[in-house]
């Protein structure tokens, strides 16, 4: 017994020194392109809050890159490359997730063209209607492309969860996403 409380003071201190290591080195990571994101709700378990602060700290940070505007339509090219291959009948979910993708990345990258968005700020697919809409990004394009965004992230429940069979839902996420994409292009291109 004296020796498991022993061994379990020497495991904290060496996650207190780990923990202490960490915080030094995420403002080193934060100066690199990587962005840091640690979660803000604390590791619930029956440890010591030493213990409790390290799980937080180490197991729920998140390095993502940064997406420039290239990068973005690189993105939508491999992805619509992708899309050519898939059958809209027995490919359905895939086809409306990659659309659902591909207008993401669009919008992404017309935010970072209008300068609304910074480059290393990425909206999520799920918050994009909301956004483009509120904003106005776009000027009076933005209620028309809010539309087709809430249309095109309508037709995922069905096919991503749902029991959608349905290759014409396929078809209309490609038209959706096929004018977000022209909408989006438009000012890239300005």
Known sequence: MYMLRVIEKVVLMMLQDLTNFLVRQRSQLIRRTASVRISENPARC???GTTARFISWFCFISITDTMKISDHLEKVGRFKNTLKKLDDEEDHETVVELCVLIASH???????ATGRLRQDKDIRHNRLE???????????ASSRLADLLGSLERLRPGQAYGRGRNGEVAKKAKE??????RICEGVIGD
Do not use: M, P
């Open 46 to 48: 029956c440890c010591t």
């Open 106 to 112: 669009y919008v992404n990258a017309a935010l970072h």
């Open 130 to 140: 909301g956004f483009v809409r509120k904003e106005e990004c776009f000027g009076e």
């Open 176 to 181: 959706l996403c096929a004018e977000i994409g």
